[in-house]
């Protein structure tokens, strides 16, 4: 599937006539839900998250080596003491969703050198149903969704400042999703994933 073809299939949402389904059917879902907030509270929440956030470098090991993990990150649950603009991002995708999300994890991708490899969500952490939802903030950058099996069906989505990607318990058992590196200069940006993790 394409992008011409991805942005065809549009329906009517939560969020507004120009949201997307991307995938449906037995093997889980993806849809796309841009400018859930306003470009104005999506450059006053980077700018927040990005100056104000304690952020945590780690280091994997990869075969016979220990390397660094290509962005920064930081972890919270809804019981932390999280700081306002935070907590508003909880409430809206909380409300919107209808699911109640009890944890939030924060990537950093600072450059075009910044990654995550493709990969699905570890579900022997999350509870078993509720979505996992993607808040995008700052520069755009390309996701991949690649099906794990054949006829390995790949789609490609630009997730904008401001834009919600929300994808199924399900689609994390046939789908791996990832972040890319690019190859011309690009801006920071955060995103914020939410979870219902296992309490």
Excluded: C
């Amino acid at each position: 599937m394409n992008n011409a073809q991805t942005k065809s299939m549009v329906q009517t949402s939560l969020f507004g006539a120009n949201s997307a389904s991307l995938l449906s059917g037995d093997e889980g879902e993806v849809s796309y839900y841009p400018n859930v907030i306003s470009p104005e509270k999506a450059a006053r929440w980077f700018a927040y998250f990005h100056e104000r956030t304690t952020w945590q470098a780690e280091r994997r090991q990869m075969y016979d080596r220990e390397i660094d993990v290509p962005r920064l990150h930081i972890h919270f649950s809804l019981d932390d003491n999280v700081a306002p603009p935070l907590r508003e991002a909880f409430s809206l995708v909380t409300h919107y969703l209808r699911t109640p999300f009890n944890s939030v994890g924060l990537n950093l991708y600072r450059d075009k050198h910044d990654s995550v490899a493709p990969h699905n969500d570890k579900l022997e952490f999350l509870r078993a149903g509720p979505p996992i939802a993607l808040l995008s903030l700052g520069a755009t950058r390309r996701m991949i969704i690649r099906q794990k099996k054949a006829p390995r069906q790949r789609l490609n989505v630009d997730l904008e400042a401001g834009s919600l990607l929300v994808m199924s318990w399900t689609s994390q058992l046939h789908y791996d999703h990832g972040i890319p590196k690019e190859r011309d200069t690009v801006g920071p940006r955060i995103s914020l994933a939410f979870r219902v993790s296992r309490t």
